[in-house]
């Protein structure tokens, strides 16, 4: 899996890439939240569910559907949120799917349930460039849980704040050229 300090950084370079006009800081919020949400699934280990299963780890937590269930019981709360139904529905849908891509993209584990009911089958994306990351605080505070982070600094955060640079700066200097 990619790392819990990771997963969040993809719905905020969405969210500060569409702007608070589109995104309220209280749906941000929501939405970086919803992209760690997926990993609550590490309690099946506690519990004796095999990594294997359906229940377990990247199973019908990482899916397609449960990211569809929680952005639609999170329009509940749009007025809160300050945004229309659709586009809370939206954000936290993607917030909460994008987590489960980024766990395709790691060098490790099982796959990810994307398709759960329907297939079972678990899938990772042809380009597996993040180093999966150890699961557990005492086997990430190692030399492996450092080279994890260095390579989703890299592949991720790095990307990730390059293009928020680029698509802001743009953005300034078109606005600043314009005649007053």
Request: glycine fraction near 8%; aromatic fraction near 12%; charged fraction near 10%.
């Amino acid at each position: 899996m990619a790392t819990i300090l990771t997963h969040p950084i993809i719905p905020l370079t969405c969210g500060l890439l569409l702007g608070r006009q589109r995104i309220s800081w209280p749906l941000l919020t929501l939405g970086m939240l919803c992209a760690i949400l997926p990993d609550l699934d590490v309690i099946s280990f506690k519990l004796g569910i095999a990594y294997e299963s359906a229940f377990g780890h990247r199973g019908f937590s990482h899916s397609l559907l449960m990211a569809a269930l929680v952005a639609t019981v999170a329009c509940a709360f749009h007025a809160r949120l300050g945004s229309s139904r659709l586009r809370v529905w939206l954000f936290i849908a993607f917030a909460t799917a994008s987590h489960g891509m980024l766990d395709a993209l790691t060098t490790g584990g099982l796959g990810v349930e994307f398709f759960w009911p329907l297939n079972e089958e678990r899938y990772f994306f042809p380009w597996q460039f993040i180093k999966v990351s150890p699961i557990g605080v005492n086997r990430f505070l190692t030399a492996r849980g450092w080279q994890v982070m260095q390579s989703e600094l890299l592949s991720v955060w790095l990307p990730c704040a390059l293009l928020l640079l680029t698509v802001k700066s743009v953005t300034y200097f078109n606005s600043s050229r314009k005649p007053s």
